[in-house]
């Protein structure tokens, strides 16, 4: 089984700046993509940002140029750099992991943390 981690949640006034980190641990062979999603109360979960094992990114438009993903793939961990917040970045954010679990079998799962409340707000 894989665990996936999340820190870094909390309350913050319009314009400031949180980091969110998450981890993985368990039965991994190889951590391929890994990404934040985020819900918001009354809305579906959407995508924020991925980032492949190669470094290849990608963003939700509405958060191009302020947030930032990174990994460090000897260590399975993955972090957003949030700046500039909104008020309606204000979400669950959940940690999210293409893992495979084997070196005898390609195939992936895809695992999930429990999330962490991002709250924006004066």
């Known amino acids: 089984q894989v665990q996936l981690v999340e820190s870094g949640g909390g309350l913050v006034q319009p314009g400031g700046s949180l980091r969110l980190s998450c981890a993985a641990s368990?039965?991994?062979?190889?951590?391929?993509?890994m990404g934040w999603y985020r819900q918001a109360p009354g809305k579906e979960r959407e995508l924020v940002a991925t980032?492949?094992?190669?470094?290849?990114?990608n963003y939700a438009d509405s958060v191009k140029g302020r947030f930032t993903i990174s990994r460090d793939i000897a260590k399975n961990t993955v972090t957003l750099q949030m700046n500039s917040l909104k008020p309606e970045d204000t979400a669950v954010y959940y940690c999210?992991?293409?893992?495979?679990?084997?070196?005898?079998?390609?195939?992936?799962?895809?695992?999930w943390g429990q999330g962490t409340q991002v709250t924006v707000s004066s």
């Open positions: 999210n992991a293409v893992v495979r679990t084997s070196m005898f079998s390609r195939d992936e799962d895809v695992y």
């Open positions: 368990g039965r991994i062979f190889r951590v391929n993509a």
């Open positions: 980032i492949t094992s190669g470094g290849s990114t």
